[in-house]
């Protein structure tokens, strides 16, 4: 069974799940290992949940279900970190104090100017076309600046999800001036793109983010996936894992990554 490294639990503002739960659900489909990705959003006082870590006590409590889980599971410890460009320097501070908790990170992208297109008035007040736009837009500027700071790109195409029409408005083609240079900079600069199946979950009916831009991603030399459900509730653990395996499989790749300490891992598809 494929091992999720992006879940989330009650430590995450969106989510009242407790970490056992997710742990249990994991072990009930016979995974190994899986990764516990809560979400710390910094200076997301705009939304309406708290994206707010609380750091020390999180990494307390992963620390002690890994002893308790240790000849069951492999429970590594991550985060989902939020990207704003004008978090830089918070970033850059928060890497160096507790880059060593964790075995691994995603970053991503969700709100825009101080927005979040998960809600409705993000779409009603910049429409599909432009709201994928200026999502894009900003995803680059992110990546290209804040790469230092995680191990892989989390759902690069996660506003799809939630745009009024936006499977039939979207399509890679329309949107590789943005898509490309990102793809570009996580060649670079050894970093993973993540492999999503939430977009299953909302009902679409591709990944986040989509084939075209997997496959994309491989044709320009990327060879990191990482492979997550991002799952708040049990039931979404392992979400359309064989599904995915077997598109990942379809666009040619033959490993996926997990990450230890930071470290690379490659296991067959």
Not at 22 to 45: F, N, P, V
Request: some cysteine; hydrophobic content about 30%; charged content about 25%.
């Amino acid at each position: 069974m494929i091992c999720d490294c992006h879940l989330h639990t009650e430590f995450s503002g969106d989510s009242d799940t407790p970490v056992r739960l997710q742990i249990e659900r994991a072990i009930s489909l016979g995974m190994k290992e899986i990764c516990i990705t809560d979400h710390h959003d910094y200076d997301s006082g705009f939304c309406q949940d708290d994206f707010t870590l609380d750091i020390d006590r999180y990494i307390k409590a992963i620390h002690q279900l890994q002893h308790e889980y240790r000849n069951r599971i492999r429970i590594n410890t991550g985060i989902e970190l939020g990207l704003q460009a004008h978090l830089r320097d918070y970033l850059g501070d928060f890497t160096a104090a507790w880059q060593d908790e964790f075995d691994f990170v995603i970053g991503s992208s969700h709100f825009v100017d101080r927005t979040d297109p998960y809600y409705p008035p993000y779409w009603e007040k910049n429409g599909t076309k432009k709201g994928l736009e200026r999502f894009f837009e900003v995803s680059l500027n992110r990546a290209g600046t804040l790469y230092p700071f995680f191990d892989s790109y989390g759902h690069l195409d996660y506003a799809i999800r939630y745009a009024p029409d936006g499977q039939r408005s979207y399509s890679y083609e329309d949107f590789e001036t943005w898509i490309d240079p990102i793809l570009q900079i996580l060649i670079r600069e050894g970093k993973a793109l993540e492999c999503n199946t939430g977009g299953f979950k909302y009902g679409l009916p591709e990944p986040n983010p989509c084939r075209a831009v997997l496959k994309r991603y491989l044709a320009l030399g990327g060879e990191r996936i990482t492979i997550g459900s991002d799952a708040h509730t049990p039931e979404i653990v392992g979400y359309d894992f064989e599904r995915c395996r077997t598109l990942l499989l379809d666009c040619g790749f033959r490993y996926y990554t997990i990450y230890r300490k930071h470290r690379p891992l490659m296991l067959p598809l």
